[in-house]
């Protein structure tokens, strides 16, 4: 096989064999296939697509390119959930511990990464003490005991992902929905996952900004999913705005225990509940998302998800107090407010330039050596939608210093207030 009738074959719009997929991944993977036929071919495939079936070859192809991660000593069905990334997206840290305390084993594999705030490592390293360096056998054994642990990242996951997302990165061929999907695809699957959610995010704060690049993307991933039996479902949910109020590491980690005491912010609570009862459906533990709902809305009303939280930071070294003193958790030592410069509605708050804002507080990394402050970000008092008058502060500013004049500067412009406005669609569909 040459790699130039390959692409020549994809350049002319036909689909590609499982094994010339292959023969490309892994050709590719070893350094024996150069980055300019390899960038040629995501061209190729840019503006030729690719076949559902080929979609789900490159996916399984990419997943082979390395380390797979074997959870099969872990009993019952391991559902993963993704989200294609937003801001201030807390549903990790509560769905973890909830959909535990019905029984769903969470078997979290997690980064750190980039971006406006720090990974889920990051957040829960705001419990003093915890940690994710734990052995393979001990994650193992607290999953089965405790149904729920996280551990790093370790392995040599994905690399032709790794490298073809690089690539792409530079040679203007990130948006094409058939790389997209079998990229987070393949680290889903190598991972472990026996079931996968999805929360696929549109608006300002997303990756996909339209609701139907959302809605394609959704498919194709749900698609390949159960093409490679993995179940697999997928939600549309908005980022035109944050999610909840929190925006930041420690301050994230209080608004997760506040939703698992059952007075979370009413988005992140909605979308907490609709994306847990898909895993418990899944999970084979409810036999409809309504029975799923009752029961996770039953463990929070009734403590049993705040104590698998407590359990959860005990048995990984983390102080378990926290949740009933959050004060403990890491604090900024200056709270500034942003008042409201008039009356009316709020209409607008852009997710990305909030995140940024967070960002210039040291929340995130811009870079992977970057050093995060975990007690730093942002508390939204205001919502799409809600009243303001003149002076109300419309968020608190936690910082490390008391000069804050471009983050605010940055937040008045990510900030409208008109006359009207309603609140935003939380979630635009569900795709199966
Ligand atoms: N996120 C991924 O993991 N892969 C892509 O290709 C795009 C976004
Ligand atoms: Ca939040």
Same mark, same amino acid.
């Given at each position: 096989?040459?790699?130039?009738?390959?692409?020549?074959?994809?350049?002319?719009?036909?689909?590609?064999?499982?094994?010339?997929?292959?023969?490309?991944?892994?050709?590719?993977?070893?350094?024996?296939?150069?980055?300019?036929?390899?960038?040629?071919?995501?061209?190729?495939?840019?503006?030729?697509?690719?076949?559902?079936?080929?979609?789900?070859?490159?996916?399984?192809?990419?997943?082979?390119?390395?380390?797979?991660?074997?959870?099969?000593?872990?009993?019952?069905?391991?559902?993963?959930?993704?989200?294609?990334?937003?801001?201030?997206?807390?549903?990790?840290?509560?769905?973890?511990?909830?959909?535990?305390?019905?029984?769903?084993?969470?078997?979290?594999?997690?980064?750190?990464?980039?971006?406006?705030?720090?990974?889920?490592?990051?957040?829960?390293?705001?419990?003093?003490?915890?940690?994710?360096?734990?052995?393979?056998? #001990?994650? %193992?054994?607290?999953?089965?005991?405790?149904? !729920?642990?996280?551990? /790093?990242?370790?392995?040599? =996951? @994905?690399? $032709?992902?790794?490298?073809?997302?690089?690539?792409?990165?530079?040679?203007?061929?990130?948006?094409?929905?058939?790389?997209?999907?079998?990229?987070?695809?393949?680290?889903?699957?190598?991972?472990?996952?026996?079931?996968?959610?999805?929360?696929?995010?549109?608006?300002?704060?997303?990756?996909?900004?339209?609701?139907?690049?959302?809605?394609?993307?959704?498919?194709?991933?749900?698609?390949?999913?159960?093409?490679?039996?993995?179940?697999?479902?997928?939600?549309?949910?908005?980022?035109?705005?944050?999610?909840?109020?929190?925006?930041?590491?420690?301050?994230?980690?209080?608004?997760?225990?506040?939703?698992?005491?059952?007075?979370?912010?009413?988005?992140?609570? #909605?979308? %907490?509940?609709?994306?847990?009862?898909?895993? !418990?459906?899944?999970? /084979?533990?409810?036999?409809? =998302? @309504?029975? $799923?709902?009752?029961?996770?809305?039953?463990?929070?009303?009734?403590?049993?998800?705040?104590?698998?939280?407590?359990?959860?930071?005990?048995?990984?070294?983390?102080?378990?107090?926290?949740?009933?003193?959050?004060?403990?958790?890491?604090?900024?030592?200056?709270?500034?407010?942003?008042?409201?410069?008039?009356?009316?509605?709020?209409?607008?708050?852009?997710?990305?330039?909030?995140?940024?804002?967070?960002?210039?507080?040291?929340?995130?990394?811009?870079?992977?050596?970057?050093?995060?402050?975990?007690?730093?970000?942002?508390?939204?008092?205001?919502?799409?939608?809600?009243?303001?008058?003149?002076?109300?502060?419309?968020?608190?500013?936690?910082?490390?210093? #008391?000069? %804050?004049?471009?983050?605010?500067?940055?937040?008045?412009?990510?900030?409208?207030?008109?006359?009207?406005?309603?609140?935003?669609?939380?979630?635009?569909?569900?795709?199966?």
């Amino acid at each position: 096989m040459r790699m130039v009738d390959l692409i020549m074959k994809k350049r002319d719009g036909r689909a590609l064999s499982e094994e010339e997929i292959q023969f490309f991944i892994e050709g590719y993977t070893k350094g024996e296939i150069p980055d300019y036929q390899a960038s040629a071919m995501a061209m190729a495939i840019y503006f030729q697509d690719m076949t559902d079936q080929e979609r789900a070859d490159l996916t399984m192809a990419m997943v082979h390119s390395g380390d797979t991660i074997d959870l099969s000593a872990i009993e019952g069905v391991k559902v993963d959930k993704h989200s294609t990334g937003g801001v201030g997206d807390t549903t990790t840290l509560v769905l973890a511990p909830l959909v535990a305390s019905v029984g769903v084993p969470v078997a979290k594999m997690s980064g750190r990464g980039l971006g406006h705030t720090g990974g889920t490592i990051d957040k829960l390293e705001s419990v003093a003490g915890f940690h994710v360096e734990i052995s393979n056998d #001990e994650f %193992v054994k607290l999953v089965n005991r405790d149904k !729920v642990a996280v551990i /790093g990242q370790s392995g040599n =996951l @994905t690399p $032709a992902d790794k490298k073809l997302y690089a690539l792409r990165d530079v040679t203007g061929t990130v948006d094409s929905i058939s790389l997209i999907a079998s990229s987070i695809m393949s680290k889903k699957i190598a991972a472990g996952a026996d079931a996968i959610v999805l929360d696929v995010k549109t608006g300002a704060g997303a990756f996909m900004k339209t609701q139907e690049e959302a809605k394609e993307l959704a498919h194709a991933m749900v698609k390949i999913g159960n093409r490679v039996g993995r179940q697999t479902m997928a939600v549309i949910s908005d980022m035109s705005q944050p999610l909840g109020y929190a925006v930041g590491n420690a301050l994230e980690v209080k608004e997760a225990i506040d939703t698992l005491k059952g007075h979370g912010p009413a988005d992140l609570t #909605e979308l %907490v509940l609709t994306l847990g009862s898909q895993m !418990v459906v899944l999970g /084979g533990k409810a036999a409809s =998302l @309504t029975e $799923a709902r009752e029961n996770l809305q039953e463990v929070i009303a009734n403590g049993q998800a705040l104590e698998k939280f407590r359990q959860f930071l005990k048995n990984q070294g983390g102080d378990p107090s926290v949740v009933d003193r959050p004060e403990k958790l890491p604090e900024a030592p200056f709270k500034i407010q942003l008042p409201a410069k008039k009356n009316g509605v709020v209409s607008e708050i852009i997710a990305n330039e909030i995140g940024v804002a967070a960002m210039l507080l040291g929340a995130g990394r811009a870079s992977k050596e970057d050093k995060i402050d975990l007690s730093v970000g942002l508390v939204l008092h205001k919502k799409v939608g809600d009243k303001v008058m003149q002076g109300d502060s419309l968020l608190t500013i936690h910082s490390s210093s #008391e000069d %804050v004049e471009e983050v605010m500067a940055k937040l008045y412009q990510s900030i409208t207030i008109s006359d009207n406005a309603e609140k935003p669609t939380l979630i635009y569909d569900s795709v199966t």
